[in-house]
């Protein structure tokens, strides 16, 4: 297994390591404080034929930052999995939703990479031979959203509204308190509703994972996203100009929620 550690001090690059080491022990775990560097070793190790599994990568990096050279790993090795080490949590957060599979806050612990990788839907400890899911997301008229042809049951209804919330963001991370003032945008922003809100979010990934999809939804402390590669979506093939969804918008959008008028109007804009 090869595993890429990628950080400009070098301390931390060691620190990091060696956190790895402990989780993957057998590893070939190569790491670089130069991100040119790091590019030209995984270019050599594609030439290879060799796998890339994991790729730590910090953010503000001097040369090319990391999210420019997780879009180069990705392309040679488009299931590597990724994981962002930074002090930078805003950057963090737009990146998670693009190509990450997590990320850790420095200084790294072994106990947090394990954490991590407990919270992918791919098992890190033995590989992951589950056929690919189609996840259709419908929402133009009402929001709804399929696997394999079949609607998904929500035992919470407010459940279902916080997954199209996170779908109308567009892989966009949003907060507790954000999900709160949208969801119920009258209710003050207490212990009670925030508990209430962490409830929902459990709720919705047990309706995610009953169907074996979870990996559709990315969370992290008190931050929740989509990840848009997983699943396909009529509103975003209408603003990539797709013809069958430009035909089947009729000016409705998630008739479902208040909050939904909002995107109406530029899609409106849009047509």
Same mark, same amino acid.
């Given at each position: 297994?090869?595993?890429?550690?990628?950080?400009?001090?070098?301390?931390?690059?060691?620190?990091?390591?060696?956190?790895?080491?402990?989780?993957?022990?057998?590893?070939?775990?190569?790491?670089?404080?130069?991100?040119?560097?790091? !590019?030209?070793?995984?270019?050599? =190790?594609?030439? $290879? %034929?060799?796998? /890339?599994?994991?790729?730590?990568?910090?953010?503000? &990096? @001097?040369?090319?930052?990391?999210?420019?050279?997780?879009?180069?790993?990705?392309?040679?090795?488009?299931?590597?999995?990724?994981?962002?080490?930074?002090?930078?949590?805003?950057? !963090?957060?737009?990146?998670?939703? =693009?190509?990450? $599979? %997590?990320?850790? /806050?420095?200084?790294?612990?072994?106990?947090?990479? &394990? @954490?991590?990788?407990?919270?992918?839907?791919?098992?890190?400890?033995?590989?992951?031979?589950?056929?690919?899911?189609?996840?259709?997301?419908?929402?133009?008229?009402?929001?709804?959203?399929?696997?394999?042809?079949?609607?998904?049951?929500?035992?919470?209804?407010?459940?279902?509204?916080?997954?199209?919330?996170?779908?109308?963001?567009?892989?966009?991370?949003?907060?507790?308190?954000?999900?709160?003032?949208?969801?119920?945008?009258?209710?003050?922003?207490?212990?009670?509703?925030?508990?209430?809100?962490?409830?929902?979010?459990?709720?919705?990934?047990?309706?995610?994972?009953?169907?074996?999809?979870?990996?559709?939804?990315?969370?992290?402390?008190?931050?929740?996203?989509?990840?848009?590669?997983?699943?396909?979506?009529?509103?975003?093939?209408?603003?990539?100009?797709?013809?069958?969804?430009?035909?089947?918008?009729?000016?409705?959008?998630?008739?479902?929620?208040?909050?939904?008028?909002?995107?109406?109007?530029?899609?409106?804009?849009?047509?």
């Amino acid at each position: 297994m090869h595993i890429l550690a990628v950080d400009d001090e070098r301390n931390m690059l060691e620190k990091l390591m060696t956190e790895i080491w402990k989780v993957f022990p057998r590893a070939q775990i190569h790491g670089e404080t130069d991100v040119l560097a790091a !590019a030209e070793w995984v270019e050599k =190790l594609a030439e $290879k %034929g060799q796998m /890339l599994e994991y790729a730590f990568l910090g953010i503000r &990096i @001097r040369g090319m930052n990391g999210l420019e050279l997780a879009k180069q790993i990705k392309m040679l090795y488009p299931k590597v999995k990724l994981i962002f080490c930074t002090a930078y949590t805003e950057y !963090a957060f737009d990146a998670f939703g =693009l190509f990450a $599979k %997590g990320y850790l /806050l420095k200084p790294v612990s072994a106990e947090d990479i &394990i @954490r991590v990788l407990d919270e992918m839907v791919s098992d890190w400890r033995k590989e992951n031979n589950e056929m690919l899911r189609d996840i259709r997301v419908q929402t133009f008229g009402n929001f709804e959203i399929f696997v394999d042809n079949r609607p998904l049951y929500f035992e919470r209804e407010k459940a279902k509204e916080l997954l199209a919330y996170l779908v109308d963001r567009h892989g966009a991370t949003v907060t507790t308190r954000q999900i709160a003032a949208v969801l119920w945008e009258d209710r003050p922003y207490d212990r009670t509703l925030k508990n209430y809100v962490a409830t929902l979010v459990r709720a919705l990934k047990n309706a995610l994972s009953n169907v074996g999809v979870e990996d559709m939804l990315i969370k992290s402390h008190n931050h929740l996203a989509v990840d848009i590669s997983k699943f396909k979506c009529d509103a975003y093939d209408y603003e990539r100009c797709d013809s069958v969804a430009i035909n089947s918008f009729h000016g409705e959008y998630m008739l479902n929620y208040s909050w939904a008028e909002f995107t109406v109007g530029r899609y409106t804009h849009i047509e």
